[in-house]
């Protein structure tokens, strides 16, 4: 937005006040060319007044609070609040200045109210975060001393959330800017309804609460989990390193999906560059490992990294305790596992070693360590839990859901063993006869079945009236036409196609010629016209929208707001007038009828004001008489 700038009178002097939004300056000059005498903030000013309606003297005044510099006794005397007052020659000046300052200070007090929101958010997140840790470690302790009785798996209780109520969305100015720079057509109509033509941005917001909330919605999604150093491609170069591109957020979801990439981070870093630490470890067998890559013998060894293959808790990454070897005389501590009660018939059946050929099984084929190949199935199946569940490596126990188990009930019920409920039918009879009596009676029996009475078998068929006579006689009369060929027009199948196909020719080659002329010249108008005429369109039906709101609720306070916004209602009307009449004359038909419903609904919003003002003047004595009209 451009400097706005006014003449007006600071203290006896005429000058030439400049007001900077960009900037969020205010400062005061004699003359445009000579160096502003008063400069101020114009987040800094409040309290501001102006002259009345039918004042003679066109004054404006606010209070500036310049900010703090110095310290003790000296702090209180600063704060306090200075007075400023320009006159001004023009009450249309002073308006556009008292507008742009009015505008300043909503945004002012709706950032100070969205900082202690956020503020407030703050130490609800804190708060937050706090019970969830405590809940989860009380869930993981009560867990742990269920043992036998069945694990269940604890997510972890998010600390963040999006906001969607209508309060905060309303007050959210950035997700407000972000929305409009992403919706060009959004952006447009808030632009000529709220910059242009006055309409307040919350008027304009309060209509898209729901586009809001989507797109708060939209943009707080995040990326999930992933394998993420399956997307990690080192290229070993000359001198035996690893030459990889790695990003903080690489190294942090490395971290996060193996912790036992932490701990020797943190164990050899100091000692070590942490560019050769990377260079080693996409070159080590613990990568390969981790990665889900079979072992080879042939893979190059490093005795700091490799070391930590061994540590392994129960073929999981989570404890990282060392594994015991034979040779140690210390007892192995007992684990305990959860088992599921249930047995998954179905996957038994599916790997059947029947079906899957003559190869034997990974773990079961000759010159393969059994140890290795089961810590290596163990371990992706430790990484696919995690990216299924979502959750980091200590908030997670290994345990069957809910929904797991219900689902294996319901696969092992017996269904053969459940009673089995008939399916009850009716049996219908139909005699010959009973379709031309027109005295048959229909009796049911005990047994469900429906028969037709021996007395309306014995009556003969009734003459048929003279109303179902006449439809019978005219589908005789037509078949019994000697013009009339029903294998005519399966005979001239052919002559049919061509004729569609020409006909279906003609009708694309004159649509073609139509729309080519056309000059560029006045297709150039035509979209013009047309976008200028959308355009108004869309400022118009905004303008209706929040009037017909205000109008219709009946609330005495939205009065002002009403007024004004029946002068934009007529200001639209100008608008669509003007784009009529500025049209060309082969298409300004069209225009106008194309505009039609629009002054239709203008037309009928001022009337409908009208007729209720005069209505609600009628019943009251007091002429002055304030407040919204109730519509009729």
């Known amino acids: 937005m451009p400097p706005s700038v006014n003449p007006a009178i600071y203290k006896k002097n005429t000058g030439y006040l400049t007001i900077d939004p960009e900037t969020d300056e205010l400062f005061w000059q004699s003359s445009p060319s000579a160096p502003p005498l008063m400069k101020i903030t114009l987040s800094a000013i409040s309290a501001l007044q102006a002259s009345g309606a039918n004042s003679t003297k066109f004054k404006l005044r606010f209070s500036y609070i310049p900010p703090v510099k110095a310290e003790g006794a000296d702090a209180a005397a600063e704060t306090e609040p200075v007075q400023y007052l320009f006159s001004f020659a023009d009450r249309d000046v002073m308006g556009r200045v008292r507008d742009i300052l009015q505008l300043s200070l909503q945004k002012t007090s709706a950032l100070a109210q969205a900082a202690k929101e956020k503020e407030a958010e703050a130490e609800q997140q804190k708060v937050a975060a706090a019970a969830a840790a405590a809940a989860a470690a009380a869930a993981s302790t009560n867990g742990k001393k269920a043992g036998g009785a069945g694990g269940t798996h604890v997510r972890p209780v998010s600390a963040t959330s999006v906001h969607l109520e209508s309060k905060k969305l309303l007050a959210n100015l950035d997700l407000q800017k972000k929305l409009l720079m992403e919706d060009k057509g959004l952006k447009s109509k808030f632009e000529e309804t709220v910059i242009k033509n006055g309409l307040p941005y919350e008027e304009f917001w309060a209509t898209r609460v729901h586009i809001l909330r989507a797109y708060a919605l939209t943009s707080s999604q995040k990326r999930g989990p992933y394998n993420v150093l399956s997307t990690v491609k080192p290229v070993s170069n000359s001198e035996n390193k690893a030459s990889v591109s790695l990003t903080r957020e690489t190294i942090t979801d490395i971290f996060d999906q193996y912790p036992l990439v932490r701990r020797a981070y943190n164990d050899c870093v100091p000692k070590i560059n942490e560019g050769d630490f990377w260079s080693r470890f996409f070159l080590s067998?613990?990568?390969?490992?981790?990665?889900?890559?079979?072992?080879?013998?042939?893979?190059?060894?490093?005795?700091?990294?490799?070391?930590?293959?061994?540590?392994?808790?129960?073929?999981?990454?989570?404890?990282?305790?060392?594994?015991?070897?034979?040779?140690?005389?210390?007892?192995?501590?007992?684990?305990?596992?959860?088992?599921?009660?249930?047995?998954?018939?179905?996957?038994?059946?599916?790997?059947?070693?029947?079906?899957?050929?003559?190869?034997?099984?990974?773990?079961?084929?000759?010159?393969?360590?059994?140890?290795?190949?089961?810590?290596?199935?163990?371990?992706?199946?430790?990484?696919?839990?995690?990216?299924?569940?979502?959750?980091?490596?200590?908030?997670?126990e290994y345990g069957m859901h809910d929904h797991d188990e219900s689902q294996l009930v319901d696969e092992l019920k017996l269904n053969g063993l459940e009673e089995q409920v008939p399916t009850a039918y009716m049996e219908l009879n139909l005699k010959p006869n009973a379709l031309t009596s027109s005295s048959s009676s229909l009796s049911t029996g005990a047994n469900g079945s429906t028969e037709a009475t021996a007395d309306a078998a014995a009556n003969p068929a009734a003459p048929l009236t003279e109303e179902q006579q006449h439809p019978v006689k005219y589908m005789k009369s037509n078949l019994a036409d000697p013009t009339l060929n029903l294998q005519e027009p399966g005979l001239l199948q052919d002559d049919i196609r061509r004729a569609q196909k020409q006909i279906t020719k003609t009708i694309r080659l004159r649509s073609r010629e139509a729309s080519n002329n056309l000059t560029r010249e006045q297709k150039t108008i035509e979209s013009e016209v047309q976008e200028y005429a959308q355009l108004c369109h869309i400022t118009s039906i905004e303008f209706l929208r929040h009037f017909w709101i205000h109008f219709r609720s009946g609330d005495a306070a939205q009065a002002p707001a009403v007024a004004k916004l029946l002068q934009s209602v007529r200001k639209s009307i100008v608008r669509v007038e003007a784009v009529v009449r500025d049209s060309p004359e082969d298409i300004r038909p069209a225009v106008q009828a194309a505009l039609q419903p629009l002054t239709a609904s203008l037309h009928k919003a001022v009337a409908a004001y009208t007729r209720a003002v005069a209505e609600r003047y009628s019943h009251s004595a007091d002429p002055s008489a304030t407040g919204t009209p109730v519509p009729t």
Do not use: C
Not at 324 to 338: A, I, S
Not at 372 to 381: C, E, P, T, V
């Open 285 to 396: 067998r613990l990568f390969r490992r981790l990665k889900g890559e079979k072992q080879k013998p042939t893979d190059p060894t490093d005795v700091l990294l490799d070391k930590y293959i061994d540590y392994i808790d129960n073929g999981t990454l989570s404890g990282m305790r060392k594994r015991k070897t034979p040779d140690d005389d210390e007892p192995e501590e007992e684990v305990d596992v959860n088992v599921p009660f249930f047995l998954d018939v179905a996957g038994n059946e599916e790997s059947d070693p029947q079906k899957l050929g003559n190869r034997q099984d990974i773990t079961m084929r000759p010159g393969v360590e059994g140890p290795g190949a089961i810590s290596l199935i163990r371990a992706m199946n430790n990484l696919s839990q995690k990216m299924v569940y979502g959750v980091d490596d200590h908030g997670m």
